[in-house]
């Protein structure tokens, strides 16, 4: 059974780009396009991936970073609690404290 007999007969799609005539046929077309798309999806799959792991480093910095202003906010705390002539003699306190 031929193709053109069972209505499967391959098209032809033609242009001309920068002066060159290019010529497909529909099936190979297809196959580029297919092709194409899977390249894309591996692409974007990858930039997820990238992303992901980015995001996981920096949620890491930031904890880091959290952790250390609620330290500093507790010596703060403890030295702005003392009287203001034992404030400089106790900041070692505060500061052990504050860990």
């Given amino acids: 059974m031929d193709k053109r007999e069972s209505g499967m007969a391959d098209e032809e799609l033609s ?10 046929k529909t099936g190979s077309l297809n196959t ?14 990858y930039v997820v991936w990238v992303h992901t792991i980015d995001t996981k480093e920096a949620s ?3 904890v880091s970073v959290m952790k250390e ?9 403890c030295i702005i609690g003392l009287p203001q002539d034992r404030r400089e003699q106790n900041a070692d306190l505060c500061k052990r404290l504050s860990r």
């Fill in 15 to 24: 242009a001309e780009v920068a002066g060159q005539k290019l010529s497909f």
């Fill in 32 to 45: 580029v396009a297919t092709i194409a798309t899977l390249v894309l999806v591996c692409l974007l799959c």
């Fill in 60 to 62: 890491k910095e930031l």
């Fill in 69 to 77: 202003n609620a330290q500093a906010t507790r010596e703060q705390t």
